[in-house]
């Protein structure tokens, strides 16, 4: 199966507050903030959700399409995506935007405070799919968080070129309105979104949770510690638990390392319950690593972990669909 993941490509900019945000917000004065935090670390790493999805893809094995726009910084990027199996033939090189930049600060607690520079993203809304579907014949087209008309044109392209599409806005979702959602959702092979996202998904789109699942196919829906929850249309909603207790270190990316996992498995035809399950072994390897791209990954110890969360029998389904550099 040929997948390919459409959205951000970015650097993160990751630093850490030995601290509370709560303890310096004050609910009756949030109009007026302003607040600074010492940040005691600063990362900078490889991100956007594109870039972080097809590298977890890739560390598994899979060989997907990145498309996305950058700035003419990419190239050790390109290089480092190309070198773990990521095909990046697609990606548009802006001559006058540097590459996405997500600036985010995590206390103690989890909680996160992010900006996102879009620069070079705003062109992705240049990338046509149809040359990239008749080189490739696309089988599944992820359209992740990306620039609004860019995902709009992706969404549009594979409903009249009849290629199936994963909605995942996420982020976008906060800035979006209720005419776009629609037009973003309506007819997905697969929703992915948050809990949160997943009632503001209700909330400006005017739909109900019952609604949003008759207009997809199936519909993921992540629950942070209590797991996901996927629901297909005729079928018996299913809850996969995360993959054990894992040290916290930071959640950037955790996200985008579970469509990884879950994409990987949907593309060795596995039932969605082991899709998640892959994924939420590959979330767990990036919850405890700072950075989006800096876990390793191999077999033999992959296996153990789906083994130790969900039996062996997973982990004999899910063994012929994973391959890693390492072992």
Same mark, same amino acid.
């Given at each position: 199966?040929?997948?390919?993941?459409?959205?951000?490509?970015?650097?993160? =900019?990751?630093?850490?507050?030995?601290?509370?945000?709560?303890?310096?917000?004050?609910?009756?004065?949030?109009?007026?903030?302003?607040?600074?935090?010492?940040?005691?670390?600063?990362?900078?790493?490889?991100?956007?959700?594109?870039?972080? $999805?097809?590298?977890?893809?890739?560390?598994?094995?899979?060989?997907?399409?990145?498309?996305?726009?950058?700035?003419? @910084?990419?190239?050790?990027?390109?290089?480092?995506?190309?070198?773990?199996?990521?095909?990046? +033939?697609?990606?548009?090189?802006?001559?006058?935007? =540097?590459?996405?930049?997500?600036?985010?600060?995590?206390? @103690?607690?989890?909680?996160?405070?992010?900006?996102?520079?879009?620069?070079?993203?705003?062109?992705?809304?240049? $990338?046509?799919?149809?040359?990239?579907?008749?080189?490739?014949?696309?089988?599944?087209?992820?359209?992740?968080?990306?620039?609004?008309?860019?995902?709009?044109? =992706?969404?549009?392209?594979?409903?009249?070129?009849?290629?199936?599409?994963?909605?995942?806005?996420?982020?976008?979702?906060?800035?979006?309105?209720?005419?776009?959602?629609?037009?973003?959702? +309506?007819?997905? +092979?697969?929703?992915?979104?948050?809990?949160?996202?997943?009632?503001?998904?209700?909330?400006?789109?005017?739909?109900?949770?019952?609604?949003?699942? +008759?207009?997809?196919?199936?519909?993921?829906?992540?629950?942070?510690?209590?797991?996901?929850?996927?629901?297909?249309?005729?079928?018996?909603?299913? =809850?996969?638990?995360?993959?054990?207790?894992?040290?916290?270190?930071?959640?950037?990316?955790?996200?985008?390392?579970?469509?990884?996992?879950?994409?990987?498995?949907?593309?060795?035809?596995?039932?969605?319950?082991?899709?998640?399950? $892959?994924?939420?072994?590959?979330?767990?390897?990036?919850?405890?690593?700072?950075?989006?791209?800096?876990?390793?990954?191999?077999?033999?110890?992959?296996?153990?972990?789906?083994?130790?969360?969900?039996?062996?029998?997973?982990?004999?389904?899910?063994?012929?669909?994973?391959?890693?550099?390492?072992?």
């Amino acid at each position: 199966m040929q997948i390919a993941v459409a959205g951000s490509i970015a650097t993160d =900019h990751l630093m850490t507050f030995r601290g509370r945000f709560a303890d310096s917000l004050v609910v009756e004065q949030l109009d007026k903030i302003s607040v600074s935090f010492l940040a005691d670390r600063l990362e900078i790493r490889r991100g956007g959700v594109a870039g972080n $999805i097809c590298f977890g893809m890739a560390v598994l094995g899979a060989r997907p399409l990145l498309i996305g726009a950058a700035g003419e @910084d990419f190239g050790d990027y390109r290089s480092w995506l190309t070198r773990h199996g990521v095909v990046t +033939d697609h990606v548009h090189v802006s001559d006058t935007q =540097h590459t996405a930049r997500f600036v985010c600060t995590t206390d @103690d607690d989890m909680a996160q405070i992010a900006t996102f520079y879009s620069g070079a993203m705003s062109e992705a809304r240049m $990338i046509e799919l149809g040359p990239i579907h008749e080189r490739w014949d696309l089988d599944l087209v992820l359209v992740g968080a990306d620039d609004p008309e860019a995902m709009l044109r =992706h969404t549009e392209e594979c409903r009249a070129r009849g290629i199936p599409f994963v909605a995942d806005p996420s982020q976008q979702l906060a800035f979006a309105d209720g005419p776009f959602i629609r037009k973003l959702v +309506d007819g997905a +092979d697969i929703l992915i979104t948050n809990e949160y996202e997943s009632h503001l998904t209700s909330t400006k789109t005017g739909w109900s949770q019952e609604e949003i699942d +008759d207009r997809v196919t199936t519909r993921v829906v992540t629950l942070g510690k209590d797991g996901a929850e996927i629901r297909t249309r005729g079928a018996d909603p299913v =809850h996969v638990p995360v993959a054990g207790e894992v040290e916290r270190v930071d959640p950037t990316g955790v996200g985008d390392a579970f469509r990884a996992g879950f994409l990987v498995g949907l593309a060795g035809r596995l039932s969605h319950e082991r899709c998640a399950q $892959i994924g939420s072994v590959l979330a767990a390897y990036v919850l405890e690593t700072v950075g989006t791209q800096e876990y390793s990954v191999g077999r033999s110890g992959f296996l153990d972990r789906v083994t130790a969360a969900y039996g062996a029998e997973a982990a004999a389904d899910i063994a012929p669909h994973v391959r890693t550099a390492r072992d």
